[in-house]
């Protein structure tokens, strides 16, 4: 079955920087887009970035020159650099087979003020 692993959450002080990594097992990863989300306490999930197979990729605004996202077909994973972090990227960030019900448990992250 399909299995969406994350890591790389942890506490950080703003201005600092994270990566988190998702990997993925039991799909064809290099075929599927692949998304990074989050959900803040009493927030709804919102969409971070998302990249195609084909390696394009979209940003919330919200994150748009502080966020990375990028994808190793070779090793079924997908990253997310965040530089520049805020207090308010403080969430839970979940990694998604896009527009599936695949997601990962997804991985704290927690930015200091």
């Known amino acids: 079955q399909v299995q969406l692993a994350e890591s790389g959450g942890g506490l950080v002080q703003a201005g600092g920087s994270l990566r988190l990594s998702c990997t993925s097992s039991?799909?064809?990863?290099?075929?599927?887009?692949m998304g990074w989300y989050r959900q803040a306490p009493e927030k709804q999930r919102e969409l971070v970035a998302t990249?195609?197979?084909?390696?394009?990729?979209n940003y919330a605004d919200s994150v748009k020159g502080r966020f990375t996202i990028s994808r190793d077909n070779a090793k079924n994973t997908v990253y997310l650099q965040m530089n520049s972090l805020k207090p308010e990227d403080t969430a839970v960030y979940y990694c998604?087979?896009?527009?599936?019900?695949?997601w990962g448990q997804g991985t704290q992250v927690t930015v200091s003020s």
């Open positions: 990249i195609s197979n084909g390696g394009s990729t």
């Open positions: 998604n087979r896009y527009r599936s019900n695949y």
């Open positions: 039991g799909m064809i990863f290099s075929i599927y887009a």
